[in-house]
């Protein structure tokens, strides 16, 4: 079972796709665990998502590990699915949580009172592509799972 989850194909496209995954998604969970790009820190990340999303403490926790270390995780190849299927679960949570009354558009102009949820599509698409496919060519999962063959 655990080789099935590290197979992948030494797939160039994959390895765009789990890169830019991770070039998106680090800065968001930068922000929440060092307070990076203008982010609120691990404390004040907590404080948002326990007291105005009213998460569960544990399902704040998970939430912050899964954009901070995800992340890194698709970086360099290591249970990219895992790391995708965490990340598709935060932005099926913060359109659900957040953004959905907003709308369809991200807030470009300053017209509206917050972001719609066209990135988060994004996101998923790129997410369900690295759960399916896997992580792809120069990646951790490819070198482990022909180790264990």
Request: net charge neutral.
């Amino acid at each position: 079972m655990f080789a099935k989850l590290l197979q992948t194909e030494d797939d160039r496209v994959m390895l765009a796709l789990r890169l830019a995954l991770a070039v998106v998604i680090f800065p968001h969970g930068a922000q929440k665990v060092f307070g990076w790009f203008g982010g609120y820190g691990l404390s004040g990340t907590m404080g948002f998502l326990t007291g105005t999303t009213h998460l569960p403490a544990w399902l704040a926790a998970v939430e912050i590990v899964a954009e901070f270390a995800g992340p890194i995780g698709l970086a360099v190849g290591l249970l990219g699915r895992v790391a995708a299927f965490f990340i598709a679960c935060v932005m099926v949570g913060a359109v659900g949580l957040v953004h959905l009354p907003n709308g369809f558009f991200m807030n470009w102009t300053g017209a509206q009172q917050g972001e719609g949820f066209e990135f988060h599509i994004l996101v998923l698409a790129l997410t369900l592509a690295v759960m399916v496919r896997g992580s792809g060519a120069y990646s951790l999962d490819r070198l482990l799972a022909r180790r264990a063959e």
